[in-house]
Nanobody, 126 residues
Framework: QVQLVESGGGSVEPGGSLRLSCSVPGRRFSYYGMAWFRQTPGMQREFVAV???????TYADSVKGRFTISRDDSNNTVYLQASKLKPEDTAVYYC????????????????????WGQGTRVTVSS
């Protein structure tokens, strides 16, 4: 079992920014998809963004233009730059990875990702 290591969560005022990081320790596999999801109490895990090994990025409509996903394959690390944060962005953010190719219509489904981080909390409040 691979446990991803996340960091960068915290509390910020509306309009502020945070940068989340997630690394895959130990292994040197290439992961086709590296993604971020988020979850609030009582709700299903929600897709935020994915960056593929072929350098394409896909975002949820709710974060387009505000969040940027990037990855460093030399370190098996994925980042999420979250800007112009809103109170509705408050959630626990999880990173997830998948080794093999999957189609764009699967990006949004948590079940297709093989490994997950433990979650990092983001709170947006004045």
């Amino acid at each position: 079992q691979v446990q991803l290591v996340e960091s960068g969560g915290g509390s910020v005022e509306p309009g502020g920014s945070l940068r989340l990081s997630c690394s895959v320790p130990g292994r040197r596999f290439s992961y086709y998809g590296m993604a971020w999801f988020r979850q609030t109490p009582g709700m299903q895990r929600e897709f935020v963004a994915v960056r593929t090994y072929s350098d394409t990025s896909t975002y949820a409509d709710s974060v387009k233009g505000r969040f940027t996903i990037s990855r460093d394959d030399s370190n098996n690390t994925v980042y999420l730059q979250a800007s112009k944060l809103k109170p509705e962005d408050t959630a626990v953010y999880y990173c997830a990875v998948r080794r093999n190719y999957f189609s764009p219509d699967e990006y949004y489904e948590p079940r297709v990702y093989e490994y997950w981080g433990q979650g990092t909390r983001v709170t947006v409040s004045s």
